[in-house]
């Protein structure tokens, strides 16, 4: 008889809470969950009756990271993984490594955090930020000049860096906008940029020639302190740099300077390194830096879209041994 588990190092609080009621009790029926525990790595040892018996894991946000040797002698019989959140990178290696498969549901986290993209580019074009700012203190002239400087969205040029699942969903939301979306990607093909509107450029030119700018490159070493001071400075005096995607591929101090030589350049930040910032961070203090806390992905009920993205995957998999959202080792030296 087929065995699943939830699987969390936060308690259960947190699994409990993105997997509604009604997708707990589908997977009780197909694949025999057992929901009256949720095992944690320190619980390895006095749940092992359970766990070697385990064919499937759901899990999110918080789920273990476990070595090769962990997943070997307490989930010998283990098939895969399905977590109901975005980035594996955490924990996914080892399983792989040992045959498991891994799914995700970082399409569905992708969707919130596109379309609060998209909302931020929207109001960054017309200098809605720092506008709002001044127009709330009172400064009512200077907020009728700082919005003065904006384009709007009707022509405006917007620079996407990274076309992965996120990238991609905010350029189709942008399709429906006239805009001039340019992009940076070596990854992206020339004929997907075409479908999605896009226009594949340098880095360089990107900030360069941009009104706004969007990150949404993937989170890996090869990125980290990849957008510095060589790019932040060529930024139009009242362009917006908007971070949904990671903090640590920003050299924060090398932004700082950037909007300290120019304060119409705005910087939108959902995303720091670390999160959130230290005290006494500059950022606190500069009015041109906007901190939101990484609200951009799935929040409130949203998060259950990512666990029906699981239970999809799994009813899938039990049908024809094949689902969408599948992770493979190539994958991880991409992926976010």
């Avoid at 029926?29 to 759901?58: H, M, P, W």
């Avoid at 594996?88 to 609060?116: K, M």
């Avoid at 949203?302 to 994958?331: F, I, K, N, P």
Wanted: charged share 20%; net charge negative; proline share 5%.
């Amino acid at each position: 008889m087929m065995k699943s588990i939830f699987m969390e190092n936060e308690g259960g609080h947190i699994v409990r809470r993105v997997y509604p009621a009604h997708v707990t009790a589908r997977l009780k029926e197909i694949a025999g969950l057992d929901d009256s525990v949720v095992v944690g790595k320190n619980d390895l040892c006095q749940q092992q009756e359970l766990t070697r018996q385990a064919d499937y894991i759901f899990a999110t946000w918080g789920m273990p990271a476990l070595t090769a040797e962990e997943i070997r002698e307490y989930l010998p019989n283990l098939k895969a993984v399905f977590y109901a959140a975005g980035s594996v990178q955490g924990f996914a290696r080892p399983f792989l490594e040992n045959g498991v498969r891994v799914f995700s549901a970082w399409a569905a986290n992708g969707v919130p955090v596109a379309e609060f993209t998209t909302s931020q580019i929207l109001l960054a074009n017309k200098g809605y930020f720092q506008a709002c700012r001044l127009q709330s203190a009172g400064q009512l002239d200077q907020a009728r000049r700082h919005a003065g400087q904006f384009p709007g969205s009707f022509g405006c040029s917007v620079g996407l860096i990274g076309v992965g699942m996120i990238g991609s969903m905010v350029a189709r939301k942008l399709q429906d906008y006239r805009l001039h979306v340019m992009a940076y990607d070596p990854f992206l093909p020339a004929e997907k940029a075409q479908s999605l509107g896009i226009e594949l450029c340098s880095l360089e030119r990107l900030f360069s020639e941009c009104q706004t700018i969007s990150n949404h490159l993937a989170n890996n070493p090869q990125t980290v302190g990849m957008l510095n001071y060589r790019l932040f400075s060529r930024m139009k005096n009242n362009a917006v740099f908007i971070n949904t995607g990671r903090g640590a591929q920003v050299v924060e101090e090398d932004l700082v300077r950037a909007l300290r030589e120019q304060p119409d350049r705005t910087a939108v930040l959902d995303v720091t390194m670390p999160e959130p910032p230290q005290p006494g961070h500059p950022f606190y203090e500069m009015p041109n830096v906007f901190l939101t806390p990484h609200i951009a992905g799935s929040t409130g009920d949203e998060v259950h879209r990512m666990a029906e993205y699981m239970l999809a995957c799994c009813e899938s998999v039990l049908a024809t041994g094949q689902a969408e959202y599948e992770v493979d080792l190539a994958m991880l030296e991409t992926m976010a």
